[in-house]
C-alpha cells in the first residue's frame, strides 16, 4: 500500500514571494503522483501530475513539481505567489497502472498582500 | 461541458434522518467515485464504480451507507440513518478509462455540505 505525507499543514507567505509545498510518499511499485488544488467552497481540480519522463513537472498557474526517486519526494513550487492562490493543496500517489489515488492530508496555502 | 454535477450542495438534517446525496457524472465518463472529507480524516475514498457496476466499496464506514448507479448518469449516496459524525463534504468524481490506458484524470463536482444535528 502507498502512503502520502504532506509535511506542512498551513503555508503562510506574503504576495510575490516563492514557495514550496512539500510531499513525500512511501510505495513498494512505482507511482503516479499528481497535485491536486481546492479552492473554497469548491471540488478538487488537478494541478499537475508526474506519469512518467522528465522528472520537473510543469502545471497550471505557473505552478511546476518536482518528482525525486531517491528522496520520494514530489515538492510543489511557485517562484511568485498572487492573493488568488489562496488554497488547499493536496498531494496524491498511486500505483502505476492504478487510477485510484490515495491523497495527503491537504496544506493550506495562504497568501497574504 | 458543465461537469460533475451534485446536489444538493448543502443538506441539515437531524440525527437518525435519511439523507441521499446525488450525482451526474460528466457525460462518456464511465467511472464514478464517492469521496468524504473532514478535518479529523482527511479525503477518503468511499466507494467506486465502472460501468455502472460497484468495484470496491471498501471505504464504505458501515452498513448505513449505501451507494447506488442506476445507469450511467446518475449516482446515490445515501446514508440511514444518520449520525452526527456522518457531518462532512462528500464528493462525487468522474473519470474516463480508455482501453489501454493506465491512467485517467478524475473531475471532481463541487461537494455536498452535510451537517447532521
Known amino acids: 500500500a502507498q502512503s502520502v505525507t504532506q509535511l506542512d499543514s498551513q503555508v503562510p507567505v506574503f504576495e510575490e514571494a516563492p514557495v514550496e509545498l512539500r510531499c513525500n510518499y512511501s510505495?513498494?511499485?512505482?507511482?503516479?503522483l499528481f497535485w491536486y488544488v481546492q479552492y473554497p467552497n469548491q471540488g478538487l481540480q488537478l494541478l499537475l501530475k508526474y506519469l512518467s519522463g522528465s522528472t520537473l513537472v510543469k502545471g497550471i498557474n505557473g505552478f511546476e513539481a518536482e518528482f525525486n526517486k531517491s528522496q520520494t519526494s514530489f515538492h510543489l513550487r511557485k517562484p511568485s505567489v498572487h492573493i488568488s492562490d489562496t488554497a488547499e493543496y493536496f498531494c496524491a500517489v498511486s500505483p502505476g497502472g492504478s487510477y485510484i489515488p490515495t491523497f495527503g492530508r491537504g496544506t493550506s496555502l495562504i497568501v497574504h498582500p | 461541458d458543465a461537469g460533475v454535477i451534485q446536489s444538493p450542495r448543502h443538506e441539515v438534517t437531524e440525527m437518525g434522518q435519511e439523507v441521499t446525496l446525488r450525482c451526474k457524472p460528466i457525460s462518456g465518463h464511465n467511472s464514478l467515485f464517492w469521496y468524504r472529507q473532514t478535518m479529523m480524516r482527511g479525503l477518503e475514498l468511499l466507494i467506486y464504480f465502472n460501468n455502472n457496476v460497484p468495484i470496491d466499496d471498501s471505504g464504505m464506514p458501515e452498513d448505513r451507507f449505501s451507494a447506488k448507479m442506476p445507469n450511467a448518469s446518475f449516482s446515490t449516496l445515501k446514508i440511514q440513518p444518520s449520525e452526527p459524525r456522518d457531518s462532512a463534504v462528500y464528493f462525487c468524481a468522474s473519470s474516463s478509462l480508455a482501453m489501454g490506458s493506465s491512467y485517467n484524470e478524475q473531475f471532481f463536482g463541487p461537494g455536498t455540505r452535510l451537517t447532521v444535528l
Open positions: 510505495s513498494s511499485v512505482s507511482v503516479y
